[in-house]
């Protein structure tokens, strides 16, 4: 006989769903920011992480940096389907407002990371 589920309550459930999102989220969109060539798959990826935000809401309001994913989540699916309508592939990767790369990539002290010249 199946045993049922064991009873947790709602911060529990609450927590395994945020988790679970959380997990799809960051999927997406570092396969969005690595893969070669962007595609359907990727915008259809974002809707369903979307759509996964969406159900977070059954537990309450949503908070804030959700509401931000989700709003990124709507704008990533639109921006590449629109792209490929075009016949092109979308301008940018990733979030359009994250800085550029090469400044990530700065020193703990500021200065850009040392890059030895070719020996001739």
Do not use: H
Request: overall charge negative.
């Amino acid at each position: 006989m199946k045993k049922g589920l064991p009873t947790s309550d709602k911060e529990e459930l609450n927590a395994y769903v945020n988790n679970f999102v959380l997990t799809v989220f960051a999927k997406a969109d570092k396969e969005e920011r690595e893969v070669e060539t962007i595609t359907k798959k990727q915008a259809i990826d974002f809707k369903r992480v979307n759509d996964f935000i969406s159900v977070l809401g059954l537990f309450g309001a949503l908070d804030p940096d959700w509401e931000t994913k989700r709003k990124y989540c709507i704008f990533k699916a639109g921006s590449i389907m629109q792209a490929l309508k075009a016949g092109k592939q979308p301008d940018f990767r990733g979030n359009p407002n994250d800085p550029v790369e090469e400044e990530k990539k700065e020193d703990p002290f500021g200065q850009a990371s040392y890059q030895p010249e070719p020996q001739p």
